[in-house]
């Protein structure tokens, strides 16, 4: 089959990383955008990496992608960005031992300021930004706050890999496919505030607590371990997720650019206008649908108040890391 299209380009940054190593290959073989749509793939790494990249870049040549056109490797911000359509910022510096969460802000403020600069100066115009590198949510502000010509609805923050675990632990838990699970989406945080909202789910169409019959599982190990299952992995490997978030970085752009399955909807944080009394502003895990081209809030959903709480805790969390990283907004 030849390829006729135009190539889209693609970059991601933090390439030669563990989650780099599992994302660009399912690029470059056509998972994220299409079967029959090439690609070129722009790759961000710091110095000290560039040789570990040169390494993924000769398999990529190896694993003889017909899709994919070309490859870029740089460690300046304007090469990496320049004509691109999906920007994937995973690159960012971990959280190490003794290092205060506001630290870590400042630190990445500091990546994703320059980041969101650039992609706002030499992005294509229909330019979309998933940010993956933690704090996503709030690395995705500060990115965001950095290129005001972009339109607020092209940034997203990933908190598909949440959705996705829970959907998973919900089917195993009642015995059906993940397909048969629905509605399943994260409010707020991409961290352990985050909120997996049962209530408004179903499970073949049923409601999801109806059919799982037991409220306290729901409101205790089913949450804790959704937020904690992050931390197991580390705990079991040695090391974090990197094929299910690199999965869940494919997820969520094909569900940006492709329409939502009949009533369901996606976990992607967005950037709030002020949706269910969430301060605008924030980049929010909200229950999204996408018609391929434009996405939207599914709104008039209700929550109890064991659910208006947990909403209450993820949405103080996000307002104290803006307010720690104000001098960068
Ligand atoms: P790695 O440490 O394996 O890779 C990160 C890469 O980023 C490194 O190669 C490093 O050289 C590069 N990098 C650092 N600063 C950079 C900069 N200024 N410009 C370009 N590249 C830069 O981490 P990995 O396991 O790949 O994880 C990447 C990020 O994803 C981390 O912040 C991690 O916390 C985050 N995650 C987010 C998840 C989510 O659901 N939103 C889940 C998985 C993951 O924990």
Request: hydrophobic share 40%; glycine share 8%; net charge negative.
């Amino acid at each position: 089959m030849s390829n006729s299209n135009t190539p889209i380009h693609v970059t991601v940054t933090g390439a030669a990383g563990q989650i780099g190593y599992s994302l660009l290959y399912r690029i470059a073989s056509g998972q994220m955008l299409g079967a029959d749509q090439p690609v070129v793939l722009r790759l961000l790494e710091i110095e000290p990496a560039m040789k570990a990249l040169e390494g993924v870049i000769m398999e990529l040549d190896d694993c003889a992608f017909p899709l994919l056109q070309d490859v870029v490797a740089t460690s300046d911000l304007k090469t990496a960005f320049d004509s691109t359509s999906w920007a994937l910022l995973v690159g960012s510096i971990p959280r190490k031992a003794g290092m205060e969460r506001n630290d870590l802000l400042n630190i990445n403020g500091g990546i994703f300021g320059p980041q969101g600069r650039a992609i706002n100066d030499y992005a294509s115009d229909d330019v979309r930004i998933l940010v993956v590198g933690n704090p996503c949510n709030t690395n995705c502000l500060i990115a965001r706050s950095a290129a005001p010509d972009i339109p607020a609805d092209r940034w997203f923050a990933m908190t598909r890999l949440d959705q996705n675990r829970a959907r998973s632990l919900i089917a195993k838990r009642v015995g059906v496919s993940v397909e048969d699970v629905s509605g399943l989406v994260i409010w707020g945080n991409h961290s352990s505030t985050q909120f997996p909202d049962f209530e408004n789910a179903q499970v073949q169409g049923k409601p999801l607590e109806s059919v799982v019959n037991d409220r306290t599982w729901l409101e205790g190990d089913f949450i804790t371990t959704v937020q904690q299952r992050g931390a197991k992995i580390i705990e079991a490997r040695g090391a974090s997720s990197a094929a299910s978030a690199a999965n869940a970085a494919i997820d969520s752009v094909v569900s940006v650019v492709n329409p939502t399955r009949k009533g369901d909807c996606v976990s992607l944080a967005v950037v709030s206008q002020g949706e269910y009394s969430i301060p605008e502003g924030l980049q929010f895990g909200f229950p999204v649908v996408s018609d391929g081209k434009s996405w939207k809030i599914i709104e008039g959903l209700s929550h109890d108040s064991f659910a208006q709480e947990r909403i209450r805790l993820t949405t103080e969390e996000l307002l104290s890391e803006r307010e720690a990283v104000k001098a960068l907004l």
